[in-house]
């Protein structure tokens, strides 16, 4: 069997019980075959100079660890300035926010280069490499301009924007056209693939050959939809753990008269925190029967705070939080609980397993995975309601949630009025459809599917250097 060499912007301890469902994915991966798993170490260290990081390896279990520092320099350009200041708000559609400098997308090709360069010493010949998300989008052109012929699959975590938003970033024809150099993309939707086919044909001629193949430029490229899942029966297995209990006992305790609306997300403005605060002021006005009976507790765990647009984020949604409260709050009751924190991964079964809706309203998000926690967290005698936004990959999938407009606020509060007050059969009904198919497509099977997919034969052009 080939040995798995996973990348990442960021790694995780595959011992450790794992903050999310894609640690748990890779760590589960790399362990089987006994792999290796490089990137960034989190750390910024100016000993070195731009593009000189040192790699440093440790062991994990049967798992090489290898991971690179940055210099402050390289922090600036690659990792806020061009993945979050850039890539990260044009692939989410937000031109308006995306700030463009020379010297980003100059660090940007900088540190894949640096990654290329520290990571092919350490590859074998018969090694399987898997790259992970837009932060190293080139890294396979950079390898194969170094001469690495051995299989490179690539997955994209966030959105695909339609051809012409891609077409808006500066770079765009060197960035799009570095995807190439691997054997595989997969991307978290039908929507992205569509979006990604659209711009191989009309901004890179790209030939069609049927399958998900393309060719351009002399080379053949592969897409396909791998929706990632999470792993159900550990969420499950955290869902009946003491701390999970404790927390839902607590707050149903707390609550007891009340029913409980919960939004848990990184503080990015990607989740539509705003405007789902806006449609529960809504939902208070407009059908005040809710009005000392439903509180929402928020949940937003910082994130990038030295990215301008995220500290504007933060200002706007404390505002609107206090403005709330101050409005409609009474001595005995709060509308709002705002959490700007990271709550322990064991306690977040308990949080959603209490509470009567789940709001999921991302204006753009690659698959958004809260959502179908919030799903398994529930009891299937008596279970919540997901209200979900028709512009969360997981839309597709999830197709008996709400599905709302996260821009129509008037809608949102009308669909949350609709949660709360559903008959116990209708949740009953969605609840298991939507536990059929989180269950079948879990994070086991996104990666079996990726890897299975991504050892089929090969094109018949492999890599041939790119110009
Ligand atoms: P993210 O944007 O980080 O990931 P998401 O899919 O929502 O988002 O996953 C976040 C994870 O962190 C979940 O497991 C959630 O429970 C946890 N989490 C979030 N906020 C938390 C908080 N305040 N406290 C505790 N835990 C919290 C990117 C893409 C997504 C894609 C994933 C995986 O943007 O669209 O689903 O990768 O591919």
């Given at each position: 069997m080939s040995r798995l060499v996973v990348v990442s912007n960021r790694l995780a301890d595959p011992r450790k019980p794992a903050a999310g469902g894609l640690a748990v994915a890779l760590g589960e991966s790399l362990a089987r075959t006994g792999g290796l798993w490089f990137g960034w170490s989190g750390t910024v260290d100016d000993a070195a100079g731009p593009g000189e990081g040192q790699v440093h390896m440790r062991k994990a279990g049967s798992v090489t660890l290898a991971t690179v520092d940055l210099n402050q320099e390289d922090f600036a350009t690659y990792y806020q300035g061009y993945a979050n200041s850039v890539l990260w708000p044009v692939f989410h559609y937000r031109l308006d926010l995306a700030d463009f400098h020379s010297a980003y997308v100059d660090g940007y090709r900088r540190v894949n280069r640096m990654f290329a360069q520290k990571l092919l010493p350490l590859l074998r010949d018969d090694d399987t490499i898997w790259i992970h998300d837009y932060h190293l989008i080139p890294l396979a052109s950079e390898l194969r301009a170094l001469g690495c012929r051995q299989r490179i699959g690539f997955f994209l975590h966030i959105p695909v924007p339609p051809p012409l938003i891609l077409a808006a970033l500066p770079h765009h024809p060197w960035l799009m056209r570095s995807l190439l150099a691997y054997d595989l993309v997969g991307l978290q939707s039908q929507a992205d693939v569509s979006h990604l086919r659209r711009y191989l044909l009309s901004e890179m001629q790209a030939e069609e050959l049927g399958d998900g193949r393309f060719a351009a430029h002399g080379r053949?490229?592969?897409?396909?939809?791998?929706?990632?899942?999470?792993?159900?029966?550990?969420?499950?297995?955290?869902?009946?753990?003491?701390?999970?209990?404790?927390?839902?006992?607590?707050?149903?305790?707390?609550?007891?008269?009340?029913?409980?609306?919960l939004g848990i997300d990184r503080l990015d403005y990607s989740k539509g925190i705003p405007q789902r605060v806006r449609a529960f002021q809504q939902l208070l006005e407009k059908y005040p029967e809710n009005r000392h009976s439903a509180t929402l507790i928020m949940i937003a765990s910082p994130s990038r705070d030295d990215v301008n647009a995220y500290a504007d984020l933060r200002q706007e949604l404390e505002g609107l939080c206090g403005a709330i409260n101050g409005d409609y709050g009474d001595l005995d009751w709060m509308p709002l609980r705002y959490i700007h924190r990271v709550v322990a991964r064991r306690r977040v079964p308990g949080l959603c397993r209490a509470s009567r809706v789940g709001l999921v309203t991302p204006l753009r998000d690659g698959m958004n995975l809260v959502a179908k926690e919030y799903v398994v967290a529930q009891d299937p005698e008596d279970p919540?309601?997901?209200?979900?936004?028709?512009?969360?990959?997981?839309?597709?999938?999830?197709?008996?949630?709400?599905?709302?407009?996260?821009?129509?606020?008037?809608?949102?509060?009308?669909?949350?009025?609709?949660?709360l007050r559903m008959p116990l059969h209708e949740r009953q009904q969605r609840h298991a459809r939507l536990m059929e198919r989180i269950r079948e497509h879990d994070v086991h099977w996104w990666r079996r599917s990726f890897l299975e997919a991504l050892a089929a034969p090969a094109p018949a052009i492999l890599n041939p250097p790119l110009e």
């Open positions: 053949e490229l592969r897409l396909q939809a791998f929706p990632i899942g999470i792993d159900v029966q550990e969420f499950e297995r955290l869902g009946a753990a003491p701390e999970a209990v404790q927390t839902r006992t607590a707050l149903h305790q707390e609550y007891s008269r009340r029913q409980l609306l919540g309601v997901l209200v979900l936004s028709r512009f969360a990959g997981a839309a597709e999938q999830l197709q008996e949630a709400l599905l709302v407009n996260p821009y129509d606020t008037e809608g949102m509060a009308d669909a949350i009025q609709t949660a």
